[in-house]
């Protein structure tokens, strides 16, 4: 075994080599033991036989992979810190922890690192990821939009599917349908929808044929005006999980928001790692990507990760939306007297009463997720997240500046014909690209991943293969991880 299954000193792999796995798997112990082992055998069992099986992914800033960031020491800091205080973070109790004071601080502080006023959206919540909080999105989507339809139908009754349930909900409000109208959606918004009762098949594109992150506005309007009988969400990829593209610029989403407006639609932003664009400065370097997330303060909901850019540790997603009543409805705990806030006086320096975080989103009992947030945005603040968010910016530019200069490469999605804007311009964290030489092209992902350097991903991108960075660790450092880029591109078309 000529590679070591634990780092050198000074060295990260950034996966376990195949034996290390196979060993590391074998070491798992078989059975529940019928005499416990005891807590130090076991803090030996983790380190040695079980940590070598595991991956370095989040702690190696050359892990190409899957949009997964990494830990920032304040952050690891404070989820030690959450550990060891084993918060509850379910009611809000303000004579007997501040810790749901933390977390609407922390919602706020994100609300403020990307430019949205927390005043605007007091639907906030952590959550477990960017999927719970499309569905957090979609149920209250559909909630809204159930609802006011039945305000103007002849019903006048009032439709909830929160009291009851979707099929009584759709009589009343007079639709046999919900679409959710979108373009490149990530798999994660077709399995909220599943999971909310909409089904998968309900998620139609809407996008241009040639460009199909784009929406196409005139279908858009027709999609939601053709059968009065259907209620719609529109749902926006903000920063597409393949190419990074985001799928609307400020004017697509005013325009989006008025027809929303006029045809009773909710207007759901999944943002998961294109929220942070939303920090960069105003300049020409950076205009399309501003463009990108402009307008998202007309969305009524936002999903956010905080898992990814903002380089927590798992699990942590972020939900935003400007409608409490809707987020009310759907998720409080009805005729639970003993989940009653014990005293309704708020601690909040903005007089405004937190409301219990069990009674706004899909969990009861609730990890105190929001430390490591908090404390890694007062860590390094919003220049120290703009700062970290450049350089991984400058890095994915780098790459794709290298790649198209390469005679063994292209880079992905060509321009389309007529457009003679900065290729570079376009590019967030993430870069696509295959090699010009079929042979090559089909072991390419195997070849670059082979020096266990770095690792990247393969998609597949107008049927063929292709291979994907995605750049989102806090450690990036742009001179020394392009130059590993380019010697591991070199190697592998040689
Ligand atoms: C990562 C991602 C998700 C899913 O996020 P999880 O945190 O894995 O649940 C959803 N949407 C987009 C755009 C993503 O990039």
């Known amino acids: 075994m000529d590679v070591p299954s634990q780092p050198n000193e000074g060295e990260t792999y950034v996966l376990p080599s195949a034996e290390a796995t196979l060993i590391a798997r074998s070491k798992l112990l078989s059975n529940l033991p019928q005499r416990g082992l005891g807590a130090e055998q076991i803090q030996h069992h983790l380190r040695e036989d079980i ?41 809000h109790l303000p004579n007997e922890t501040i810790s749901t004071d933390v977390e609407d601080r922390a919602l706020s502080m994100v609300c403020e690192l990307i430019g949205l006023s927390p005043a605007e959206w007091p639907h906030r ?44 909900a759709m ?21 909220a929808a599943s ?86 400065p105003e300049n020409e370097k950076y205009s399309t990507l501003k463009a990108g997330v402009a307008g998202l303060e007309l969305a009524d909901s936002i999903t956010g990760d905080a898992h990814k850019l903002i380089n927590v540790p798992y699990d942590c997603g972020i939900y935003l939306s400007r409608h409490l009543d809707i987020g009310i409805e759907v998720f409080h705990n009805p005729n639970a007297a003993y989940l009653n806030t014990a ?34 945005l007062a860590a390094y603040g919003r220049e120290g997240y703009r700062e970290m968010l450049e350089r991984q910016i400058a890095l994915a530019r780098g790459i794709a500046k290298y790649l198209l200069d390469s005679k063994d ?19 967030y964290i993430v870069v696509l690209f295959r090699a010009k030489g079929e ?36 450690q990036v450092d742009v001179e020394r991880d392009l130059q590993i880029v380019k010697d591991v591109l070199v190697e592998a078309a040689s």
Not at 54 to 71: D, E, K, M, T
Not at 210 to 230: A, G, V, W
Not at 344 to 373: H, K, M, Q, Y
Not at 439 to 467: C, D, F, H, I, M
């Open 409 to 427: 490469y292209v880079l992905l999605p060509q321009q389309p014909k007529g457009d003679s804007s900065d290729p570079l311009q376009h590019i």
């Open 171 to 191: 009589k009343l409000a007079e639709k046999s349908g919900i679409q959710i109208l979108t373009t490149v959606p990530h798999s994660s918004l077709r399995k």
């Open 439 to 474: 042979q090559l092209n089909k072991t390419l992902v195997k070849r670059v991943n082979a020096g266990r350097r770095l690792y990247v991903s393969g998609t597949e991108w107008a049927g063929l293969p292709a291979v994907r960075f995605a750049i989102s660790n806090w």
């Open 195 to 280: 999971i909310v009762g909409l089904g998968r098949a309900s998620v139609v594109d809407v996008g241009m044929p040639d460009q199909r992150h784009i929406f196409d506005l005139p279908l858009l309007e027709k999609r939601l005006s053709e059968d009065t009988s259907i209620a719609s969400i529109v749902a926006v990829s903000c920063a597409e999980v393949n190419t990074g593209l985001f799928a609307t610029n400020g004017r697509d989403m005013q325009q989006i928001r008025r027809l929303c407006d006029q045809y009773g639609a909710w207007l759901h932003v999944d943002a998961a790692f294109g929220l942070l664009a939303r920090v960069l």
């Open 343 to 376: 005293s309704t006086e708020s601690t909040t320096s903005t007089d405004r009463t937190i409301p219990s975080p069990l009674n706004i989103g899909i969990e009861n009992s609730r990890r105190f997720r929001a430390l490591p947030v908090y404390a890694t």
């Open 125 to 168: 919540i952590f959550t477990t990821g960017a999927t719970a909080s499309n569905v957090v999105g979609l149920a209250c989507g559909r909630e809204f939009v159930l609802r006011e339809a039945a305000k103007t139908n002849s019903s006048g009754k009032h439709a909830s599917v929160a009291e009851h349930g979707i099929f009584e």
């Open 51 to 91: 940590v070598p099986g595991l991956n370095r992914a989040s702690q190696s800033p050359n892990y190409y992979g899957f949009v997964i960031g990494g830990v920032t020491p304040a952050a690891a800091f404070a989820d030690n810190v959450v550990t060891e205080v084993d918060q509850n973070v379910h009611v």
